[in-house]
């Protein structure tokens, strides 16, 4: 599986970005997708998640209630909504593949990883 997300950029304190993460693969359905994103100096961290049918998402606490994660897998491609941005969500944003939802949510369980985009919020 091969993954790159998409729909990066500079943002006011308060505005909203989409995210994309376009996958190829046949498999691509079968995966469960996280959303992870690394600030300067800091580590990667886990954003949300969502299971391979959709029914299933998670959501860091720092996120919950402002980002919403999505999949359409008749287009391979993985949603990140991101609502009332805050200068504190500015990092460069990842999709990853895990073979299983157990570790979706860990960035050393994830199999697959995308070129990051980079969201930048202003204050």
């Known amino acids: 599986v091969q993954l790159q997300a998409s729909g990066g950029g500079l943002v006011q304190a308060g505005g909203s970005l989409r995210l994309s993460c376009a996958a190829s693969g046949r498999t691509f359905r079968s995966y469960p997708i996280g959303w992870f994103r690394q600030a300067p100096g800091k580590e990667r961290e886990f954003v949300a998640a969502?299971?391979?049918?959709?029914?299933?998402?998670y959501y860091a606490d720092s996120v919950k209630g402002r980002f919403t994660i999505s999949r359409d897998n008749a287009k391979n491609t993985v949603f990140l909504q991101m609502n009332s941005l805050e200068p504190e969500d500015t990092a460069v944003y990842y999709c990853?593949?895990?073979?299983?939802?157990?570790?979706?949510?860990?960035?050393?369980?994830?199999?697959?990883w995308g070129k990051g985009t980079q969201v930048t919020v202003s204050s």
């Open positions: 990853a593949a895990s073979t299983t939802i157990a570790t979706v949510r860990d960035s050393y369980g994830m199999d697959y």
């Open positions: 969502i299971s391979w049918i959709g029914k299933t998402t």
